[in-house]
DNA sequence: AATGAATGAGGATTCATTCAT
DNA sequence: CATGAATGAATCCTCATTCAT
């Protein structure tokens, strides 16, 4: 028994961290930081209240940690495209867009920048953290994207930052939306289908981006 | 000491309400609504800890009346302007929306728009009441001008809600912005004319919604 | 206008005490001690909060002056007919249960008693003030009736003191009874008439303490 | 000091229960249920002002607790008693009556009869519950007997219900009484020997009950 | 490694009492 | 004389964190 034992705490050691976090993230975004109790996160990881201060040493922490682990990589990812790409950046601005709706927007994950959001004043260093490795580095690739274009005259030259707020604020707006009131029984306007419905605000703003001869049909 | 005592003792039924709503609407929006203590709310309104009460019947009663009292005429303002007017609707959709940044976004107002984004899920009546009362008013009025303006032949037909939703997300993630990353030291990207940019982002979307013959010069 | 009002005012200053102390033996009667705020007094009686002040120092002192005021002269009644009675004492004895009863028992005034009986701990000055003008006077009288019925041989002899705890506690406890249990929803069993218990139970205990010849079979 | 830390930091998830009981036994039985603050109760059980609340959702709660706890059993036994037996009714009676004395009169238990008394009308649904397990299981005990006694002619016919009352009313206001004058500085008629007293007003009232052919002595 | 009993600081709310009007 | 706005001490309860087992 004890061997046995010993084997599973063994296994477990490696995977608690993990399981943590995933009960983390899903309470954070469900109800909210403060309204998420240690012990809530604990029995949703399948372990008992002491055990999460033997991996993390905080509340806090904890925060920090779900949202570095969860949402490093989708920026990465999304470099990466970006990197390896050459061709016209309309094109990338929308493939960059929808993946991260899908990636994101349409996950849980969205509920984190919700929440990163609603607890930045809170979580200062957090914040920064989320600021620079996610928001930089997320609107740097656009911005890079928008400026080649206006480069290349493919966009009408202007205010590349503008550009980029005009072209990630429906995404950000709808990913915040669907982790506030779209959770409030009596608000949930239902969007049949949010991805179309993106595509189309993101359309217009290419379009606005855009040089056009004619707009004829 | 007793003028301190006289000074403290002074009996304003009339504007302790407004003054405790005002105090309250500034340490929301600063430091969130579970952050902030009643008594904090008390001292900044030059009361103690009691008086709250006899005006409101709890923490959140507070925050219900901060957000009745202080944004509805706002959306009100907003719907007479929209009513009496008859000229291009990209107009006045310039001008409603920069008219809410002057009188809401970048006022303290804006981080009640934020707080109801971050809280919306623990109190849901009120999110209920926001969701009704400003959000979708305010939609309303975005949404007849932009259908107008199809309906006419100035702006491209196409999904009037994406339309919406491409015209006000940069102004209310500009909003959220301003009251979540950009309180953090170390993320105040200084943008120097905001009102400027968001323009900026404006211009785009209704150009994408115009049609165009030429974009030349 | 001032002198009919510094007219009714003068009135009211005789008045208002009395106004006081019968809205607060109500509320103290119902809701107990504790339960019974200042501002319930006031309103019952028809004032606002600060003029109970003027009359009592403190809300302990309105119920030292409800107990004052309303009990003593019930007392002083039964001293004055036990006085001035010769007769037997088994008939002196039965009339002056039934007639406290009539006076006291069955009116809110022995909510008050009930109400001695829960708070003696907590006001212990007021508890010996009861004590010794209320329950040792009445006992006083009762005693002395029953230690002339033992010198006279009318009652069997025995512990007199006892005997007074026969007679008296039915009557308390229907009492407190009434004040307790049977105000509380799904307690009240009905006793239709609690007068004629009371006799019953009475008339066991002086059947007790009365000597018989016969029982007849 | 580690000493002293580590005495407070006991695990005993057995025994806290019962030794939170019955501290708030103590306490609510000597000072009443509102003046009991929890952490009164917490240091008389020798813990800290969270613990109580691991075992009970609320100060209420704990009443409840403590009655149900303590009073139970005591009327269990009586039905025992009372069933095990045939034998003349009046010996019973005074068995029970005295026996009731012994388990519950002389010690604090019966401050949890006044307290009842004195709180039923805030507890209701204790109430209920003291009224449906304790009041009505003991009158009916007492019922009983009362009946069997005038079926078989060894009492006088009459009202049973009043007989019940005559009987336990000396007993009930003696344990009262204990808990509430007696308590007070002032006010300690030194019954030298309650039980002796209780034992003579019980012989008074089965007197009254009973047939007697000859009062002789 | 895991448990979960115990801790205790912290915060919302109540209400007797005061005092400027 | 009366008001009732304001006070602030008092208390219940929560929950992040600790640590003996």
Redesign the interface.
């Known amino acids: 028994m004890s061997e046995m034992q010993a084997a599973r705490w063994q296994r477990r050691k490696e995977v608690r961290p993990a399981e943590i976090l995933d009960a983390a993230l899903g309470l954070f975004v469900?109800?909210?930081y403060?309204?998420t109790k240690i012990d809530d996160i604990a029995r949703a990881a399948g372990v008992t209240k002491g055990t999460p201060y033997l991996y993390f040493a905080s509340k806090e922490e904890i925060l920090k940690a779900v949202v570095r682990e969860k949402l490093l990589e989708r920026v990465a990812d999304m470099e990466h495209l970006s990197h390896d790409y050459s061709g016209h950046p309309a094109v990338l601005i929308r493939l960059l867009l929808l993946k991260w709706w899908d990636d994101v927007g349409r996950t849980p994950l969205a509920g984190l920048c919700?929440l990163?959001?609603?607890?930045?004043?809170?979580f200062?260093e957090l914040?920064?953290f989320?600021?620079d490795e996610v928001?930089?580095r997320s609107r740097a690739i656009a911005r890079r994207l928008v400026q080649s274009g206006m480069d290349s005259g493919e966009f009408?030259a202007?205010?590349a930052?503008?550009?980029v707020?005009?072209l990630?604020?429906?995404l950000?707006?709808?990913m915040?939306w669907r982790?506030?009131?779209a959770?409030?029984?009596?608000?949930e306007t239902d969007?049949e289908d949010p991805k179309?419905?993106?595509?189309?605000?993101?359309?217009?703003?290419?379009?606005?981006?855009s040089?056009?001869?004619?707009?004829t049909s």
Chains 1, 2, 3, 4 share one sequence.
Request: charged share 20%; hydrophobic share 45%; glycine share 6%.
């Open positions: 469900e109800k909210g403060s309204a919700k990163m959001v609603a607890e930045a004043v809170n200062p914040a920064r989320y600021h928001i930089m009408v202007g205010d930052e503008a550009a707020d005009a990630l604020s429906p950000l707006m709808t915040i982790h506030s009131f959770c409030v029984a009596g608000c969007r179309k419905r993106l595509e189309a605000a993101l359309q217009l703003v290419l379009a606005g981006l040089h056009k001869t004619t707009s």
